[in-house]
Nanobody
């Protein structure tokens, strides 16, 4: 059974850094694109970043460009989100997701989802 498990969330001060990890298992995700999305209670889910396992092309929301970096380790079946210069508005539950179609991920949709990890940035 396909499974995505996020880790690395926590509480950090403004300007700090966190690295989120998403461990994928249960199926061959090499042909999938992977994404990080985030959601604040009462608000729409927001695309953050995406990466293709093959070729490594990356995509970012304008709100995180220059601060966040998405990367992947195929050998470990793990996708990372390095978050630097964190701001209070980055506070959200961050979800890892996967889909064969990148455009679905960019639109906030996916075939497989993790349970999420909370990131809280204090001011």
């Amino acid at each position: 059974q396909a499974q995505l498990v996020e880790s690395g969330g926590g509480l950090v001060q403004t300007g700090g850094s966190l690295r989120l990890s998403c461990a994928a298992s249960g199926r061959a995700f090499s042909s999938y694109a992977m994404t990080w999305l985030r959601q604040v209670p009462g608000k729409e889910r927001e695309f953050v970043a995406a990466i293709r396992w093959s070729g490594g092309s990356t995509y970012y929301a304008d709100s995180v460009k220059g601060r966040f970096t998405i990367s992947s380790d195929i050998a470990k079946n793990t996708v990372y989100l390095q978050m630097n210069s964190l701001k209070p508005e980055d506070t959200a539950v961050y979800y890892c997701a996967a889909d064969r179609v990148l455009e679905r991920l960019l639109g906030g949709n996916a075939s497989f989802w993790g349970r999420g990890t909370q990131v809280t940035v204090s001011s």
